[in-house]
């Protein structure tokens, strides 16, 4: 279940995954390659990922919408 504090919600690494579609793998290249920025909580390192930032992903990802005016 996403996480909120300070008014932001954040997703653990499964929960990433499943908001983004991807693998484990794609996440963790997202991560090194493009600088998606991990969050990390308490003794065990629980990862997290900013919803906000997977948005943006997701939105580069998509690529600019086109406009269709005939």
């Given amino acids: 279940m996403p996480v ?3 008014g ?3 997703l653990n690494t499964r929960e990433a995954c499943d908001y983004l579609g991807v ?3 794609t ?3 997202y991560v ?3 600088g998606l ?3 990390h909580q308490g003794i065990t390192r629980v990862t997290f990922y900013k919803q906000e930032d997977l948005d943006r992903l ?3 990802r998509e690529g600019p919408a086109e406009d ?3």
């Fill in 23 to 25: 693998s484990r793998e």
């Fill in 58 to 60: 997701l939105a580069f």
């Fill in 68 to 70: 269709n005016e005939d």
């Fill in 27 to 29: 996440l963790r290249r």
């Fill in 8 to 10: 932001e919600v954040y």
């Fill in 37 to 39: 920025k991990q969050y």
């Fill in 4 to 6: 909120t504090k300070d």
């Fill in 32 to 34: 090194f390659r493009r």
